[in-house]
């Protein structure tokens, strides 16, 4: 359930002219939902350690204007 409510992919790309492939490809051949899957983790481990739900969601606000802006999140 945590993989269907978490949404972003990484479009970087890597290689080189027809063998050009994103980060998000070779995720999702690895194990698909495998970013939402290590976030749902990161946010359980943080909830562990005292970090504030607060300080949570205003940091992932923070990651994703600026993953967008420059370009490593879309």
Do not use: R
């Not at 993989?3 to 492939?21: C, K, L, N, Q």
């Not at 994103?22 to 939902?33: A, R």
């Not at 495998?34 to 946010?43: N, P, Q, S």
């Amino acid at each position: 359930m945590s993989v269907d409510m978490f949404w972003a992919t990484i479009p970087i790309e890597i290689g080189v002219g027809e063998e050009m492939t994103t980060i998000q490809e070779i995720l999702d051949g690895i194990m698909p939902g495998i970013l939402g899957m290590a976030a749902f983790w990161i946010y359980y481990w943080l909830l562990s350690k005292k970090i504030s739900p607060n300080w949570l969601i205003i940091w992932t606000m923070v990651l994703g204007v600026v993953g967008a802006l420059f370009g490593f999140l879309a």
